[in-house]
C-alpha cells in the first residue's frame, strides 16, 4: 500500500509543482473555485468563453484555471488541496480513491467507446490483438486506455501479464511509436486522430464492444460539502458549452485546434468521436466504474478493494 501511494503521489510531482503558485495565491482569497483542466474537452472550452467567470462573480467567487497533461496528476492535485473541480476518463479516479484521495463523482458525459484505440504502425504486421502476445505496448498509466488495454487482451485471450507495458505520457509515446521502440500505442483523442493523420497508424481495436470510455467530473469532497450550489453553477455552464459543441462541431475545432497545436480537420475527427450530454451520477454508471475497480484490483494494479458507490453523488443528492 504504501509503495503504490509512493508511486501514485511521484507520478504527479511535476504536475503539483506546477500548482504551486496557484495554491499559493489562491488560498488568499476567501472565495475561489479553482478548476483543473486538459488541453482538450469541455472545460477547456468554458474556459475560452469566459461564461463561468461572469456567472461566480456576482456570488463572488473568483475562478483560478490549472492545465494537466493527463487525468492522474490532476486527480493528486485535487488530493492534495490544490484544485477544487476537474475532468478525466474513468481509470484515474479509480487508482486516486485507492489511493485514499477525497474525490467525489459528480457527472458524467456518456460513453465514447471510439474516442481511444490501440494503434500499430501503418507497415506493422500486427493485424489483431492478439497479435500483441510478447510485444511492447506504450500507456499512459492509470489513465483510461489503461482499462481499454486490459479488456481487450482479455477479449482476444492474452493475458495482461503476456505483454510488456511501456509506461508513457502522450508525447513520450509519439515519439517511442514513431521510432519504433514499441510494437503498438493505447491512447485517446485527440492524440489518436492526430496520430492517424501524422503517421497513418492503424487501429487494431477501438473501444467499441469492449469499454465504455466515460468522462467524468469531480469535486473535492471537502468543496462540495462546503459550496455545492457553486459546484452545480459549474456544471451547468459546462452543460451549456456541451450543447453549443454538440450542434456546431466545425466551430468549436476552429476553437480548440489552435490552443492545442492541431489543425482544424484533425479536432474535427476527434470531436465527431466524442460523447455529449452532460449527466448526473447514475446506479447503472456506478455499477460499470464497479467494474473498472474490481478488474484493476483483480490484476494487482490497485492494493485494496474499493467502493465507487462511497464517493459517487447521485441526482438530487
Known amino acids: ?12 510531482v511535476l ?6 503558485a496557484t495554491v499559493g495565491a489562491s488560498y488568499g482569497q476567501e472565495k475561489v473555485v479553482r478548476i483543473g483542466f ?3 474537452g469541455k472545460l477547456v472550452l468554458l474556459k475560452s468563453k469566459g461564461t463561468l467567470e461572469e456567472k461566480l462573480k456576482s456570488a463572488g467567487y473568483k475562478v483560478v484555471w490549472t492545465e494537466f497533461p493527463s487525468g492522474p496528476p ?5 488530493n492534495v488541496g490544490a484544485i477544487d473541480f476537474g475532468n478525466t476518463g474513468e481509470a484515474p479516479p479509480i487508482f486516486a480513491q485507492a489511493a485514499g484521495a477525497p474525490i467525489q463523482y459528480v457527472a458524467y458525459e456518456p460513453p465514447a467507446p471510439k474516442g481511444e484505440a490501440i494503434l500499430v504502425p501503418k ?10 502476445k510478447g510485444k511492447k505496448v506504450a500507456l499512459n498509466k492509470g489513465s483510461n486506455v489503461h482499462y481499454l488495454l486490459v479488456k481487450a487482451l482479455e477479449k482476444a485471450g492474452v ?7 511501456v509506461f508513457l505520457a502522450p508525447a513520450d509515446a509519439r515519439a517511442a511509436f514513431e521510432r519504433g521502440a514499441v510494437d503498438a500505442w493505447v491512447i485517446w483523442d485527440p492524440f489518436q486522430a492526430a496520430a492517424e493523420a501524422a503517421t497513418g497508424a492503424r487501429t487494431l481495436a477501438d473501444g467499441t464492444g469492449v469499454v465504455a470510455n466515460y468522462q467524468f467530473y469531480f469535486s473535492s469532497k471537502k468543496f462540495l460539502e462546503s459550496d455545492p450550489k457553486i459546484v452545480d453553477v459549474v456544471l451547468a455552464q459546462l452543460s451549456e458549452v456541451d450543447d453549443w459543441a454538440r450542434g456546431d462541431i466545425h466551430a468549436v475545432a476552429e476553437q480548440l485546434a489552435p490552443a492545442i497545436g492541431l489543425s482544424v480537420p484533425v479536432v474535427e475527427v476527434a470531436l465527431k468521436r466524442q ?11 456506478v455499477a460499470d466504474q464497479q467494474q473498472v475497480a474490481d478488474t484493476f484490483f483483480s490484476l494487482g494494479l490497485i492494493p485494496k478493494q474499493i467502493k465507487i458507490s462511497d464517493v459517487a453523488r447521485r441526482s438530487g443528492s
Open 1 to 12: 500500500m504504501r509503495r503504490f501511494i509512493q508511486r501514485w503521489i511521484a507520478s504527479a
Open 15 to 20: 504536475s503539483i509543482s506546477m500548482v504551486a
Open 38 to 40: 486538459q488541453k482538450y
Open 74 to 78: 490532476l486527480l493528486e492535485a485535487l
Open 123 to 132: 507497415d506493422s504486421k500486427l493485424n489483431s490483438v492478439a497479435d500483441l
Open 159 to 165: 493475458k495482461y501479464s503476456e505483454i510488456e507495458p
Open 275 to 285: 460523447s455529449y450530454g452532460i449527466k448526473p451520477i447514475t446506479e447503472s454508471v
